[in-house]
RNA sequence: GGCCCCAUCGUCUAGAGGCCGAGGACACCACCCUCUCAAGGUGGAGGCACGGGUUCGAAUCCCGUUGGGGCUGCCA
């Protein structure tokens, strides 16, 4: 069987190919009940999606780009902070829940796009969820940071944002029950203690000191979740298949803390639950401790399980996951740094999953029309600036002219020059040959910084390798200080003029213009020379060139004369 | 150490037992184009970790080895 329905070209009833995949995830792995019951738990879910999955199924490449946002469109969108719309539907929820313990994180944001990318795809709600429980280390400008990331990155989300500080109650209530049912015990141990105690033991972690003391609440005593001394828990994951975990090997861990704070396990299983969260989408870190949820979630009573589907990691090159403290990790500093939120979350999205066609630059609707959470692969993957800078100028170059301008308005604001000197006619006359020769914002202020400076910022080496290191420069400079004084000046009055400066030196064009573009530019590099030097004007690029001629050490035949 | 996950070019991936002599993208190299630099075009180098098994046939299924990673908090 071939029809993997994932959208390839050329392909008809790609619905039905849809169909194909799932009945096959159904059925096959026989033997080892890979993915069995979480995907006939897809399946059901895209039984009942609606027409738009199909319809979506059915586009024709062709029309890449050129569609309405099929995801969901209908829905108001509550893009911003805060807007409540409750539009519960049938479809699945997914919640994103970042904890507000520092800048917002590349991984966070891939975590958040295939989120955001499995919700709209399915007729479903994407969620927000805060998960603020320790207060020691979150501050509200790290939750505002959320915020702004996801919707610099474009992902909308639906209803009102859950926030853990706020939902104490919520939690108290499942102590309760959870006491009541006999689930938690008291346990005044230190780490010291439980350290003491088992250290050579078989099974490390805590040891079970306090289950059969009976303590009652107190300073000092933090609520342990009893966990079951025989079987297993099976995970269900539709990256990673069924994933058992013994209960032997699962330690009685807290749940509140000893001064009543919940913790993880806690807050994310009740809000879950209270939240009718059927997916749980989340980094690979988090697998070891689903069993601990699950448990919980049973404890409690809850309903239905939620799927899981745990991503690979992001990986540093070094192939260790991305550390906020080690790895230049903040979605912001890549912002600061010129790249696009359209190329960083076209990037993000190939981060463990590809598209079959290997059409790897795609718009959100291609991603939402393409991607599947089944076909995410398993493996942690390297976060390669060099591609995402790749990627990014190809989103500068799809541009157009207008846009490109305004988006580097916050370069050109910081500028090396005066801001009375930035002209922005100027500017924008530069603006479409700058546009294809870079690949970040932030290489912009370089490539026009002469056109708003008193004098050509010259490099060292530039100058060095195109000047000084030119012998014959010096006549050179000479010869197109007199013509350019003369020639009409345009583009290519001037190209022409250089041209005959060229052949009388003896020299190709390509070398003559050198130690012209350094005297003129201050580098060797740049927007084309001629275009240049007409935005530059005659009487700045003659001083210039003067300068430059100054500049020169006196040497050779002028000695002798 | 214990538990768990993972393994296709340097990197990200396609791959669902025969369409694989393993495809694409980034990076790299060469050439072309060219006023520099980019962009673009053409071509190139480069990979199924290893060992068993199943099968007529294995990158693909199974087992093992090795290697890497995650977790092992009164963090999330």
């Known amino acids: 069987m071939r029809a993997r329905g994932r959208g390839r070209p050329g392909r008809p009833a790609l619905h039905d190919g849809r169909h194909g995949k799932m009945l096959r995830l159904r059925c096959r792995h026989v033997g080892d009940h890979r993915r069995r019951a979480a995907a006939g738990w897809l399946w059901l879910h895209t039984g009942f999606s609606g027409g738009a999955v199909h319809a979506r199924g059915q586009a024709h490449p062709d029309l890449r780009g050129h569609q309405p946002d099929p995801a969901g469109r209908h829905r108001q969108q509550a893009v911003g902070v805060g807007v409540a719309l409750d539009t519960r539907s049938d479809g699945p929820r997914v919640r994103f829940a970042p904890s507000p313990t520092g800048y917002f994180h590349v991984g966070g944001a891939r975590t958040a796009l295939f989120n955001w990318l499995f919700a709209r795809q399915q007729g479903g709600s994407f969620l927000l969820r805060i998960e603020d429980t320790d207060t020691e280390r979150n501050r509200d400008e790290w939750t505002e940071g959320i915020y702004g990331a996801l ?167 070094k192939r260790q996951k991305l550390s906020k403290r080690r790895d230049p990790v903040a979605l912001e500093d890549y912002r600061q740094q010129g790249y696009l939120p359209e190329a960083m979350r076209n990037y993000l999205v190939l981060l463990g999953w590809g598209p079959a066609d290997g059409q790897e630059i795609m718009s959100l609707d291609d991603m939402v029309r393409a991607f599947r959470l089944t076909d995410v692969t398993r493996s942690p993957a390297f976060f390669d600036v060099r591609k995402l800078t790749h990627f990014d100028g190809e989103y500068i170059r799809a541009m157009s002219p207008e846009r490109f301008i305004e988006a580097c308005q916050p370069w050109l604001e910081s500028g090396p020059w005066a801001p009375s000197a930035f002209d922005p006619e100027v500017f924008a006359r530069m603006a479409p040959l700058v546009q294809e020769r870079v690949a970040t914002l932030a290489e912009v202020p370089a490539m026009v910084d002469f056109l708003f400076l008193d004098r050509a910022p010259i490099e060292e080496a530039s100058w060095e390798r195109a000047v000084a290191g030119d012998p014959a420069a010096a006549a050179l400079l000479d010869d197109a200080i007199a013509s350019y004084g003369t020639c009409p000046w345009t583009a290519e009055e001037i190209r022409g003029a250089t041209l005959a400066v060229a052949e009388r030196s003896g020299k190709k064009l390509a070398k003559a213009q050198a130690p012209i573009r350094v005297a003129v530019t201050g580098r060797t590099v740049g927007p084309p020379l001629f275009e240049s030097l007409h935005l530059l004007g005659r009487d700045r690029t003659l001083d210039r060139l003067r300068a430059a001629r100054d500049r020169m050490p006196i040497v050779g035949p002028d000695l002798i004369d």
């Open 151 to 317: 919707t610099w990155l474009g992902l909308d989300w639906d209803e009102r944002p859950v926030v853990q500080s706020e939902r104490g109650r919520l939690y108290s209530e499942a102590v309760d029950k959870l006491v009541a049912g006999g689930h938690l015990y008291y346990c005044d141990c230190t780490r010291e203690a439980v350290d003491a105690r088992t250290r050579g033991a078989a099974t490390p972690g805590y040891d079970g000191f306090c289950r059969e003391r009976r303590l009652g609440p107190g300073p000092g005593r933090a609520l342990r979740f009893r966990t079951p001394d025989e079987g297993s828990t099976v995970v269900s994951d539709l990256v990673r298949g069924e994933v058992v975990f013994q209960h032997a090997t699962i330690e009685d861990f807290v749940l509140v803390k000893s001064n009543g704070a919940p913790l993880f396990v806690l807050a994310n299983a009740v809000d879950d639950m209270d939240m009718g969260v059927t997916h749980v989408i989340r980094g690979e870190e988090h697998l070891p401790n689903t069993p601990k949820a699950i448990l919980v979630w049973q404890a409690l009573g809850g309903p239905r399980l939620p799927v899981f589907a745990h991503l690979p990691v992001l990986v540093n090159e």
